[in-house]
């Protein structure tokens, strides 16, 4: 089924993109939230960087996504965007596991439950924006 030029203005009006950049603060928060939590719930402060560290092992490689799609590139036909979004994808995978390989090095009395709750949680934000994602009502009829 081809959209003509109309169709496709309204169909994007009627669900707007969420920014990429929206999601990697939402990320942050999560993250800032956890790591606090941790940090409280435990008593001990390795519980909070670790958690901490989690959400940042979600969190930079979402910000190198996106700043990989959002670039000049990615955008110039729908082949190079799809060749960019799977290049992008894998470079967000390498980052996040050489940062997960690279975390009992990096954070002291490394705490791998609460590294893996930071982690999660900040996953779950793609959902979240997902489900919250702005939409304009269709215009009313009189």
């Not at 707007?16 to 929206?22: C, I, N």
């Not at 390795?46 to 955008?75: D, E, H, N, Q």
Request: glycine share 8%.
């Amino acid at each position: 089924m081809k959209l003509d030029a109309e169709q496709a203005r309204r169909l994007r009006e009627q669900h707007p993109p969420v920014s990429p950049w929206w999601v990697v603060a939402g990320q942050a928060v999560v993250g800032l939230v956890a790591a606090l939590v941790a940090w409280i719930a435990t008593g001990r402060p390795s519980a909070g960087w670790s958690a901490g560290y989690g959400a940042l092992s979600v969190m930079i490689p979402a910000a190198v996504f996106a700043r990989g799609l959002t670039g000049r590139f990615s955008s110039l036909n729908a082949g190079t965007a799809a060749f960019g979004f799977l290049v992008w994808e894998m470079v967000k995978i390498a980052l996040t596991v050489a940062m997960l390989v690279a975390a009992p090095g990096l954070v002291r009395e490394l705490s791998w439950p609460a590294l893996l709750v930071g982690l999660v949680l900040a996953m779950k934000v793609y959902w979240v924006a997902l489900a919250f994602a702005p939409r304009k009502r269709p215009p009313t009829k009189n």
